[in-house]
């Protein structure tokens, strides 16, 4: 009986593990991937989140790196999470001033930042550091929420083992959703993406509305660069880059079809499968195929690549997204 009694406990804490690394993968998905929303509900592509989740995650760890001696815990963390969401606003005013004024192809624009950044990340490391390499020491991690963590079953999912992150991805999934379809501003920014014409006929302005929205995803991918970095790599380090994870969170903005319930259902898909590299050993299903853990690292990719040759035909972008507008024209 104690021998059974052990492997349910043992079944139990793997299915926890799964679950807190499902979070910990899906919840930076959901922050750029939202951000890419407001962008493109605003009528301009923005695949430049990679290098945004790239400068955003490479400024905010250096600011740790640099404070780390007389802040830690949750303060520094919050003072390093306002940093990522201004490096990524200031950063995506590019892509912004790109598309908007200039009227550039935002798919080049997107890409030339993308290229941008991690030389910028790695040049700036190795001129301060004199490697490549930004670390830092992890005092963000939470044992337990007093109170919350001892609820039964839900205190080991969800409060235990976990991050502040956590819960400000949540909040900002719920910000998100009532900001893009129950306010105002959402009405505007959604009709700047599909008639930007009719939109500027009722007297708003589709250049200060398309600024905002690529401003918001910047705040957003800065922000989704540290959670990345904190709370999904395993090495206390910054080195780079964020491992194609804004390229995914295309993927998961495109299969949730630009709205926010969607996008939260396909973050937590994308996640569970990514999870899996780090838990599979733990199955003896799957470790018993004695697959290397790259093949697990690769799921969330390739599953992002099968999902959206089944669904890409059936999803519906914002009409006039990546379509630059002249207010001369009609």
Same mark, same amino acid.
């Given at each position: 009986?104690?021998?059974?009694?052990?492997?349910?406990?043992?079944?139990?804490?793997?299915?926890?593990?799964?679950?807190?690394?499902?979070?910990?993968?899906?919840?930076?998905? @959901?922050?750029? *991937?939202?951000?890419?929303?407001?962008?493109?509900?605003?009528?301009?592509?923005?695949? !430049?989140?990679?290098?945004?989740?790239?400068?955003?995650?490479?400024?905010?760890?250096?600011?740790?790196?640099?404070?780390?001696?007389?802040?830690?815990?949750?303060?520094?963390? @919050? @003072?390093?999470?306002?940093? #990522? *969401?201004?490096?990524?606003?200031?950063?995506?005013?590019?892509?912004?001033?790109?598309?908007?004024?200039?009227?550039?192809?935002?798919?080049?624009? /997107? +890409?030339?930042?993308?290229?941008? #950044?991690?030389?910028?990340?790695?040049?700036?490391?190795?001129?301060?550091?004199?490697? &490549?390499?930004?670390?830092? +020491?992890? +005092?963000?991690?939470?044992?337990?929420?007093?109170?919350?963590?001892? $609820?039964?079953?839900?205190?080991?999912?969800?409060?235990?083992?976990?991050?502040?992150?956590?819960?400000?991805?949540?909040?900002?999934?719920? !910000?998100?959703?009532?900001?893009?379809?129950?306010?105002?501003?959402?009405?505007?920014?959604? #009709?700047?993406?599909?008639?930007?014409?009719?939109?500027?006929?009722?007297?708003?302005?589709?250049?200060?509305?398309?600024?905002? /929205?690529?401003?918001?995803?910047?705040?957003?991918?800065?922000?989704?660069?540290?959670?990345? $970095?904190?709370?999904?790599?395993?090495?206390?380090?910054?080195?780079?880059?964020?491992?194609?994870?804004?390229?995914?969170?295309?993927?998961?903005? $495109?299969?949730?079809?630009?709205?926010? +319930?969607?996008?939260?259902?396909?973050?937590?898909?994308? /996640?569970?499968?990514?999870?899996?590299?780090?838990?599979?050993?733990?199955?003896? @299903?799957?470790?018993?195929?004695?697959?290397?853990?790259?093949?697990?690292?690769?799921?969330?990719?390739?599953? &992002?690549?099968?999902?959206?040759?089944?669904? &890409?035909?059936?999803?519906?972008?914002?009409? !006039?997204?990546?379509?630059?507008?002249?207010?001369?024209?009609?």
């Amino acid at each position: 009986d104690e021998e059974i009694e052990k492997g349910g406990d043992s079944i139990m804490n793997i299915i926890y593990f799964l679950i807190q690394q499902t979070m910990f993968f899906s919840i930076p998905l @959901l922050i750029v *991937a939202l951000g890419g929303m407001f962008s493109e509900r605003s009528g301009v592509i923005n695949i !430049a989140l990679e290098g945004i989740m790239v400068m955003g995650a490479f400024i905010s760890i250096g600011f740790i790196n640099v404070f780390q001696d007389r802040l830690s815990g949750q303060g520094l963390f @919050l @003072l390093a999470f306002l940093v #990522a *969401a201004v490096a990524g606003a200031l950063f995506s005013l590019l892509h912004a001033f790109a598309s908007v004024n200039l009227k550039a192809d935002q798919t080049i624009s /997107g +890409t030339a930042l993308n290229m941008f #950044a991690p030389a910028f990340a790695l040049f700036m490391a190795r001129m301060v550091q004199g490697k &490549s390499q930004v670390p830092f +020491t992890d +005092t963000f991690h939470i044992e337990k929420v007093p109170v919350l963590g001892d $609820i039964p079953v839900i205190g080991p999912m969800f409060f235990q083992n976990c991050y502040l992150s956590t819960y400000i991805g949540i909040l900002i999934f719920i !910000a998100a959703s009532v900001l893009i379809s129950r306010t105002r501003f959402g009405l505007r920014l959604r #009709a700047c993406g599909e008639h930007p014409q009719a939109a500027d006929s009722v007297g708003i302005n589709v250049y200060r509305m398309r600024y905002a /929205g690529v401003l918001i995803s910047g705040v957003l991918g800065g922000l989704g660069g540290i959670v990345y $970095i904190i709370a999904g790599v395993s090495e206390w380090k910054f080195e780079n880059g964020v491992a194609g994870f804004g390229f995914l969170a295309l993927a998961v903005m $495109i299969f949730g079809q630009w709205k926010p +319930t969607r996008i939260a259902l396909a973050a937590l898909l994308f /996640g569970f499968f990514r999870a899996l590299g780090n838990v599979y050993s733990g199955f003896d @299903l799957l470790s018993n195929l004695n697959l290397p853990s790259s093949v697990y690292n690769m799921l969330p990719y390739v599953i &992002s690549l099968v999902v959206l040759a089944f669904t &890409s035909q059936k999803s519906r972008a914002p009409k !006039a997204e990546g379509i630059p507008y002249d207010k001369g024209q009609r």
